[in-house]
């Protein structure tokens, strides 16, 4: 058996036992003109896949890329393959969303390949990834701290993309072009070392090759364990999630005391965190404070962790909304910064205090608009409704133990110089209803409110 026939097996085998392949699928072949796509396309045509090409000229290396799509071009004319191509201004794509250029070139590739499932009749995108993309993908994470996940390569198939030379070595392709006779084209940006991936192909593994000959071999093996282990590990994950983690759009809370049961909740709590971007070091401070004093504040690029007295609290950034909401005297109903109605009545001879946190009675008598809807400010202080004195508003929201974020999203209802309502909280002594009460105003909260 030859070369070319037993590597054209295990092709074969890749596409169906790791791709999931079926005989109904026609493929969109991604094709550079390098000879990882030459030889991804040569391979699914003979055999006996549908394809059609899709190549992507990102306009990077002049000359080389307008060669790159001549190339292409007279080899799906030669091999009758049907070829669709898209032009990027991808330098501009990185300027304007402040991204490297493999990241605005990966962004735009995959964003075109989607299109194409939806305007042709491909139902799977194949890529040339092989066995040496998916180790320099696992140094690559490893210098990035990525977590157990990204030790794990590159995945064969992850939904519609497909990835069937993963099995193969950069070198065992080339052999495979040139036992085809197959022509292809050479990116010289691979040569050089100014991206990292570059570093890693050029420096650090022709070192781990000298130091063990069958290091490919060895490190396919080393990914596919570490596959299953996390697999393991993502199971476990899963399931303390589900039991401690309660989610609210995208917004968590973590009970530190749970957390702490666990053997391994510092890498629980690293999985939990770093889909939003916390970092291993950033996640060694949060479980070193989590039993401290409460208040600490953890940030990433997105979001922010703020360690409560019984939990861990995940929320986005956002800009504290600082801003002042009037309610005129003939309005019924606001949208901003709080969807609230507004209605006033007689008092009814069997009138009940509502219970409702959401509702809020007052003493339309003592009510003078505008009314003003904010944010606390240092130094408010209010009488709550059974009291006689007047309490600092900062020290009401620590006897009723709310969170920090609990805090930053309560909002106060206030005249000219009184606090009438914290909403969806308490109301203010002095504008409770009272049997001398005549009319009432009536203030409820309509939509999802952040009440502790």
């Known amino acids: 058996m030859s070369h070319s026939t037993s590597f054209r097996e295990q092709f074969q085998h890749s596409l169906v036992e790791s791709c999931g392949l079926t005989p109904q699928d026609t493929l969109l072949v991604a094709l550079s003109g390098g000879p990882d796509s030459v030889a991804l396309l040569h391979l699914l045509l003979a055999c006996g896949h549908k394809c059609i090409a899709a190549h992507c000229n990102f306009n990077l290396r002049g000359d080389e890329s307008e060669g790159d799509e001549l190339f292409v071009t007279a080899l799906c004319e030669e091999w009758k393959v049907e070829l669709l191509k898209a032009n990027f201004n991808t330098k501009k794509h990185a300027q304007t969303n402040k991204i490297s250029i493999e990241m605005a070139a990966r962004e735009l590739r995959y964003g075109w390949f989607d299109e194409l499932l939806k305007t042709t009749d491909a139902t799977l995108v194949a890529t040339g990834h092989h066995g040496n993309d998916s180790i320099e993908t696992f140094f690559l994470n490893l210098s990035r701290g990525t977590g157990i996940k990204g030790l794990t390569g590159i995945a064969a ?83 303390v999630r589900k039991s401690i983690v309660a989610e609210s759009n995208d917004s968590l809370l973590i009970p530190i005391k749970m957390l702490n049961t666990h053997p391994q909740k510092g890498s629980i709590l690293f999985e939990i965190l770093q889909p939003y971007g ?138 000219s110089c009184d606090i009438l309502w914290i909403i969806g909280q308490r109301i203010d002594e002095r504008y409770k209803i009272t049997p001398a009460t005549k009319q009432i105003l009536e203030i409820k909260i309509n939509a999802d409110y952040f009440i502790h």
Not at 160 to 171: G, H, K, Q, T
Not at 373 to 400: C, E, T, Y
């Open 157 to 239: 198939r992850n939904n519609n993309i497909i990835r069937p030379l993963l099995f193969a070595s950069s070198a065992q392709i080339n052999q495979y072009c040139r036992d085809n006779k197959l022509s292809f084209r050479i990116d010289s940006s691979n040569l050089e070392s100014d991206y990292k991936r570059n570093k890693i192909r050029n420096t650090i593994v022709p070192i781990f090759e000298e130091l063990n000959p069958s290091f490919f071999d060895t490190m396919q093996n080393n990914i596919s364990y570490l596959s299953e282990v996390y697999s393991i590990f993502s199971n476990e994950l899963e399931r």
């Open 278 to 415: 916390f970092q291993g070091s950033a996640v060694s401070s949060i479980l070193k404070s989590m039993n401290g004093n409460p208040g600490k504040q953890f940030f990433s690029s997105s979001h922010r962790v703020v360690v409560d007295r019984y939990n861990l609290i995940l929320v986005p950034l956002t800009a504290q909304d600082k801003n002042c909401y009037a309610i005129e005297a003939d309005q019924t109903r606001i949208y901003k910064p709080i969807d609230l109605s507004i209605r006033s009545f007689q008092k009814p001879a069997d009138y009940i205090f509502p219970r409702d946190a959401s509702v809020a009675h007052l003493d339309a008598d003592y009510i003078e608009f505008p009314l003003f809807i904010r944010k606390a400010l240092p130094g408010d202080r209010f009488k709550p409704l059974g009291m006689q004195h007047f309490k600092k508003i900062s020290d009401f929201f620590v006897d009723q133990k709310m969170s920090l974020v609990d805090k930053e999203n309560t909002w106060l209802l206030t005249n």
